[in-house]
């Protein structure tokens, strides 16, 4: 066989090596998250342990590489190791977590303690190490195999890298987006161990026609380093893999707020950054034997390293505006999520590819200076790797569990740098080729550009970073025209809490009227908005199940859920929060959730809730699992058969499993895999609604009854009832109101389909997906069972049989229904409706119902309640307002060019409002503004509007109106009367005041000029 042949079969073999190799590591860490965690520490623990077993295989098989004769056949030994052990990997990896669980259980150890994390370590060895360790040889031995002479080493190493990685990137593509969705964990390892195997036949036959006595190794005349350069290179290699994880690390840590931490965008991140190791790799093997000097190229790639960061890092501020712009550019359709994708990798690639690209030659390059023999060609070479993936380790290990948390991702970013220009430094002084007097000028140089990076690079705002690009962009929220508009969209947001942690980036803001809990750029509580589901998690399980002394409480969040649960006569509470950051982050919710921590009932755990729940011997009456969005990367572990059976494994016989889901962001179908799985586990299954998209699944092994007197006696619990009354739930009819499904609506609405389980994790597959295309969930909306009452297993019905409703209790419903993003609107119109009825003199329940039928798009009949109300008081200013402004809509809108519009009735009402608030509201002004203008009176609209903004100065608006829409209408009316420098100037001010009004922006983009209109 001749050389070209053998290089090109060698190629193939280890580029689909490379594949199966990433497919190994992405299915690995999936199958051991599964029951060690994912927390930071067993994450920290996997990573070590898959570097640890790739470096003692290169230092191990690199040196038996030197004393075989043909290191070809001991390649494919290595290749039918890793198959055969890839093929029991699922069964091993059973026996040892059954071993692990058992001994914990029986020693009671606490699952987030010293001991269970020393036990992790071991149990990552057991399952990692030897199959890393046979995958850690490959290289060297295959440089071996292929390297006569000395000088065609650093060229042989080049291009094995490039291939190898070449192939990691085909198989993280195929791990992280195709394999598991398609056919699991368990047929990905399958299939993979059957190629090593398939690969390690094909190497053996290659072997058999490789002749060995036309193999033999030549060193004469070949070019070889000092022993001090050799070292040297060793080190840079060690130095390199350090910075390498801490750049991957810090970029990671900046994306995921942008992106979002789907396990698309985390595969999409791995992909770039092996890309450009990959374009590195190659580059090199063209450049290698044509280097004179490969002691000053490697100097130049780690200066390469350092200034490719030092131009680039001043634009990370910038990233979340750029995504958002790019990300903008599609319509939101199935065919254009890989499109996304692939701009969502493009974004990645921009940031990685150049520092990448230098790391990628760094570490053929150095094999090559350290390999100073043909005869321990192997040995050099597994040392360079060893050494190398053991920086891997040891910046991993620096980055995300000290630097980060102590001076931030930014900082530990910039130290990288530091430490690479450096390396250049002494690297290059190493070599006779720059002279003693040009040394000072290398400095100089570098320490110029440091200092121009430190003079003009820009810090970066932490609110901008944490502005969840990802969901703007799933809100079609249109991209301001520049950063500077777009860092201006959060001035007012008011900074409570921040800290890069190791395990997310946490802070809490003040808006304007509430506080907001955001990890990794994604809101995941707040004191307000959020306050409905928070509640609902705690209080509707506790109070329909008697006899609750042992609660078990799946994420701590705001800790509202778990001060919820605290407001009744519980014995003990278990709760696991992953984030240590989120655990200090939730002492600003205090007031909100009555600093449930300082409980003495509570026993708090950080840890991963799916390791804690295996690892307990607690059984719980309730466990409530609020975790965040399925479509972040890891999530989906809490919605698996596999751990909804771990929680009915864990209740008492009359126990209660609560499922917090989300119908924004979502489909129909991946909401039917949710329930469909959940419903698959208990037998019994209900669903609620504690806000308009979000809803509570309530699972149980028995039949869900209604114990009438049971429920009214916790109602009346002091701290029970305050607890509810802040949401508007005050009574028992109230409460049951919030049902929206029975077990058969559950069963007909999720029908046949899929389950998510631990070997097919589609639920985190599928909901990146979903919340790209934000279609909606009409199907669900559709087996709401509220509106008819029929069935008899339905609670609410069932209370009425015995008990009538009150009007007081149909008026409590209606309002609650009718209020907007919190329940049915055609309920509480329903409700609502039936009271006025009875009680036509409620002029509070008449606004309600005003309200509801305007939601309905029934304005003419809100206009009659609004009517009524104005009979029933006709002095008061604010029936009159809202009288006079749906009176103005609703006649211009029916108004034509033959028929006119007369304003002259709403006009007088308008005023009269004037007089009787002493001219002290904006709002009379402002829809004065708005008739003026339709009646074109401009000169009128103006004055109204400016009276308005006047008012506005002092008091508070309208918060109907917004103000850069109230600056809209003032600019259009200076426009209408001709004046086009007040209309550019208040176009501008609505612009700046928020970015995201489109009408505004395009409104002054015409009085500029920009665009024509007709």
Known sequence: ?????????????????????????????????????????????????????????????????????????????????????????????????????????????????????????????????????????????????LSRKLDEAGKNVAQLYFLNSFGAVIGSALGGFFLVPMIGLKLSMFSSGTINIVLAIGALAIARLV????????????????????????????????????????????????????????????????????????????????TKNLVWLLAGCQAGVALAMMVTLPLYGRVPYYFIRLGNILNRTTETYPIFLSLEFILC??????????????????????????????????????????????????????LIPLIGIKQTIELGVLINIVVAIKVAF??????????????????????????????????????????MINKNIPPPDSFDQYEGLFVNDKQLYYEEGRSATVAVLQYKHERVLIVNGKADASSVTDLPSQTMMAQLPLLLQDNVERVFVIGLGSGVTLGSVLTH??????????????????????????????????????????????????????????????????????????????????????????????????????????????????????????????????????????NEESLKQKLEIPEVRANLHRIGIDDVPTLLSLQVMTDVAVQQYTSAGPLNTEDRPLLEYWAPE??????????????????????????????????????????????????????????????????VSRNPQDDTVLYYLSRAAKYMGRNDEALSYLGSMVRLKPNDPNTLTEYASLKLDVEFDGAS??????????????????????????TPHIRLGDLCYKTMRFKEAVAHYQRALVLRQTRPGDQDVRQDD?????????????????????????????????????????LRGRIRVD
């Not at 006569?569 to 709760?575: I, L, Y």
């Open 430 to 471: 190493s070599t006779s080729v720059i002279h003693k007097r040009w040394r000072p000028v290398l400095i100089g140089c570098l320490a110029g550009a440091g200092l121009l990076y430190g003079i003009f690079a820009p810090n970066w705002s932490q609110t901008v970073m944490l502005s969840g690009a990802f969901r």
């Open 569 to 706: 006569p519980v014995k003990s509470v278990d709760c696991a929060e992953i984030s240590p950051e989120v655990v200090k982050a939730s002492a600003f919710f205090n007031a909100t959730s009555n600093d449930p921590l300082s409980d003495p009932r509570v026993t708090l755990s950080i840890d991963d809730a799916l390791a804690f729940l295996k690892l307990t011997r607690n059984n719980y009456d309730v466990i409530i699992s609020e975790p965040t969005n399925p479509w972040i990367a890891g999530v989906g572990n809490l919605y698996t058969s596999e751990f909804l059976q771990e929680c009915k494994a864990r209740l008492t016989k009359k126990g209660t499993m609560v499922q917090w889901f989300h119908l924004y962001e979502m489909n129909d179908e991946t909401v039917k895999l949710a329930l469909r799985t959940f419903r698959s586990v208990f037998p019994h299954v209900t669903i609620w609604q504690s806000l308009t998209t979000d809803i509570v699944l309530l699972g149980s092994l028995q039949p869900l009854e209604l």
């Open 770 to 835: 979903a919340f790209f295309l934000n279609k909606g969930t009409p199907k669900f909306e559709a087996y709401d069972e509220r509106i008819v009452f029929h069935h008899n297993k339905f609670l609410l019905t069932e209370y009425l049989r015995i008990h009538p409703l009150k009007d007081s209790e149909r008026a409590a419903i209606g309002k609650l229904q009718s209020t907007p993003l919190r329940g049915s609107m055609a309920l509480g119109y329903s409700m609502l409706k039936e009271y």
């Open 211 to 290: 002749l060995s006595e036309n193999e033999k190794q030549q060193e004469h005349h070949d070019h070889a380093f000092s022993e001090q350069e050799a070292k040297l290179a060793i080190i840079v290699a060690g130095i390199s893999g350090a910075t390498a994880m801490v750049y991957e690390i810090g970029w990671v840590r900046l994306l995921i707020p942008v992106l979002g931490s789907s396990t698309y965008s985390f595969s999409l991140m791995l992909i770039a950054f092996i890309t450009g190791i990959t374009l590195g790799s190659f580059l090199v093997s063209l450049l290698i034997n044509k």
């Open 897 to 922: 060019m033959m028929e006119g519009f007369n304003g002259s009735e709403i006009e007088k009402i308008l005023q009269r409002i004037v007089v009787l608030t002493g001219d002290t509201l904006d």
């Open 349 to 402: 690639l921009i940031i990685m590819v150049v520092p990448t690209i230098f790391l990628g030659m760094t570490l053929p390059i150095a094999s090559r200076i350290a390999t100073r023999s043909v005869t321990v060609m192997g040995k050099s070479i597994g040392n360079v790797f060893s050494v190398n993936t053991l920086g891997t380790v040891v910046g991993a290990l620096m980055a995300g569990l000290v």
């Open 1 to 145: 066989m001749n050389r070209q042949t053998l290089h090109t079969l060698i190629a193939f073999l280890f580029i689909v090596s490379g594949a199966t190799g990433l497919i190994y590591q992405i299915v690995w860490f999936k199958y051991l998250s599964l029951f060690l965690g994912n927390t930071t520490v067993a994450q920290t623990i996997v990573l070590a342990t898959f570097m640890g077993g790739l470096a003692i295989g290169a230092w191990w098989w690199g040196r038996k590489a030197d004393g075989v004769k043909q290191p070809l056949r001991l390649y494919a030994y290595l290749e039918f190791g890793i198959g055969i052990y890839c093929l029991i990997y699922p069964f091993l990896i059973a026996f040892l977590r059954d071993g692990f669980i058992a001994f914990v259980q029986s020693m009671n150890l606490a699952s987030d303690g010293a001991a269970v994390a020393f036990l992790k370590l071991i149990i990552s060895i057991l399952s990692l190490l030897f199959p890393t360790a046979l995958m850690g040889g490959t290289l060297p031995i295959l440089v071996r195999t």
């Open 966 to 1006: 109230l600056l809209l209408r003032f600019s259009r009316s200076w426009y209408r009367l001709g004046d086009r420098n007040n209309a550019i100037a208040y176009a501008a001010q609505a612009s700046l005041e928020n970015m995201n009004n489109a009408s505004a922006i395009d409104f002054l983009n015409f």
